[in-house]
């Protein structure tokens, strides 16, 4: 008898105990899509996050910080240690950052700004623009690249400020309230209107915005940022009133540090701890997040093989059942000529035939879930795992082939004890119904 023989015959008596079978493949099609969504779930949650560290920022950058004073055993940052900090095994680039609190006057409106200075070279690849464009390094006078947010920094001139908060709706639209290419715009170091004070006024410089970012949650989303060079002119020109603040030119709390790529983040950024500073880098956090993840999809597959397992026992025990049942016609077969390979493989079709439906029912199902939890409205929390509003519930076609052979070798598995056992039977025996 034949492979295709075989399989006709198999396909009539699964046919012949419909009941029987559809149960069996509905334990199939539940431990399938077990195993299917729990996968599918790790790996969704994996790219959500590596999604939002990429687009948050570059992976292979790393913020140091300035830790607590000498007396305390901590290092600062100086323009010397950004030196240092470039011959770091591994280091592309690296840049201060200070922080300056400034006022700005805009016609009608003002805003008390905490300015972010930083190398324009370094920083302009990352930034990302919906009106005009990056400040010019090289200009002398200060330049603003204000960030979506960070708009609604200006005010109308005498409004109070005691209510407002700038960290609006996310999916607020917002938009500076004059036109920058218009409205000439005042600066002055320090936080307070006008620096008027008598004894260390601030010098009064005229600036420009010459871009607004996209909107963004990170800090890019919220900041503003000059050039480096520029705040370090406005710091030596206001000296008196900057040491009254506590900026120095030279000193900064704060570096970016930018690797020549994603393996060497992590070596670098122990080498910056070991030199006494605080570093964190996304890219780090994305591997221990994969590490995490690592963890998590075993759990999560350990779930769905669990479920596959009772499928399992579920298909052995339908063919043990169905060669009890027949008895005399195994008996006959053999009695006929059919080799005993011959009767194992026709048991083993049947389990296979079984796997293979429930796998196949159960692909199919687990991506109408994956469409209606992608088609939700709002936030979804799935086991645990928060997902945005939007984000995709992802099912590769490696895993759906993934889910369906494995349901097929489960399926053969259990089918292989039942039809050991049914070669065993002496066919006399089997004939007399013994």
Excluded at 133 to 154: C, E, K
Excluded at 208 to 225: F, P, R
Excluded at 245 to 255: P, V
């Amino acid at each position: 008898m034949g492979l295709t023989d075989l399989i006709r015959l198999a396909g009539q008596n699964l046919w012949r105990r419909q009941a029987r079978t559809i149960l069996t493949i509905l334990g199939v099609i539940i431990g399938t899509v077990c195993i299917i969504l729990m996968v599918a779930l790790g790996i969704s949650n994996y790219r959500q996050y590596e999604a939002y560290f990429s687009a948050s920022t570059s992976l292979t950058q790393i913020e140091v910080y300035a830790t607590a004073g000498d007396a305390y055993g901590g290092a600062g940052i100086t323009d010397e240690t950004i030196a240092g900090f470039l011959s770091i095994d591994g280091v592309d680039e690296a840049t201060p950052v200070l922080y300056m609190p400034v006022y700005a006057d805009a016609g009608q409106y003002e805003a008390n700004l905490n300015v972010r200075a930083v190398d324009g070279d370094y920083i302009g690849d990352d930034l990302v623009f919906i009106n005009g464009g990056m400040f010019d390094s090289a200009s002398t006078t200060p330049q603003l690249v204000v960030g979506y947010y960070a708009q609604n920094s200006f005010i109308a001139q005498g409004e109070d400020e005691s209510g407002y908060d700038v960290f609006n709706d996310a999916d607020a639209d917002i938009s500076l309230p004059f036109d920058p290419s218009e409205q000439p715009l005042e600066l002055y170091l320090g936080n307070v209107y006008g620096m008027e004070t008598a004894d260390m006024p601030s010098k009064r410089y005229v600036a420009a915005i010459t871009g607004v970012l996209e909107k963004s949650q990170d800090e890019q989303g919220y900041s503003v940022y000059m050039s480096l060079d520029v705040a370090k002119t406005m710091i030596q020109q206001n000296h008196a009133l900057a040491d009254s603040i506590g900026i120095e030119a030279g000193s900064y709390t704060t570096a970016l540090v930018r690797a020549e790529d994603l393996d060497s983040v992590s070596g670098i950024v122990d080498t910056l701890n070991q030199m006494g500073y605080e570093a964190y880098s996304a890219g780090e956090a994305l591997k221990s997040m994969q590490d995490e993840q690592a963890r998590q999809q075993s759990q999560l597959t350990f779930i769905g093989l669990i479920a596959l397992f009772v499928s399992a026992i579920g298909i052995a025990n339908t063919m043990m059942t169905s060669i009890l049942e027949r008895r005399r016609e195994i008996g006959i077969m053999k009695v006929t000529g059919l080799a005993l390979p011959g009767i194992r493989r026709m048991f083993l079709i049947e389990a296979a035939v079984i796997g293979l439906f429930g796998g196949a029912a159960g692909t199919v199902i687990s991506y109408v879930v994956a469409f209606f939890v992608n088609n939700a409205p709002g936030e979804t929390v799935i086991l645990g795992m928060y997902f945005e509003e939007g984000m995709v519930l992802i099912i590769p076609i490696w895993l759906a082939l993934a889910g369906m052979g494995i349901a097929v070798f489960i399926g053969v598995i259990a089918g292989l004890y039942p039809a050991w056992k049914a070669t065993k039977q002496s066919p006399m025996d089997a004939i007399r119904g013994v």
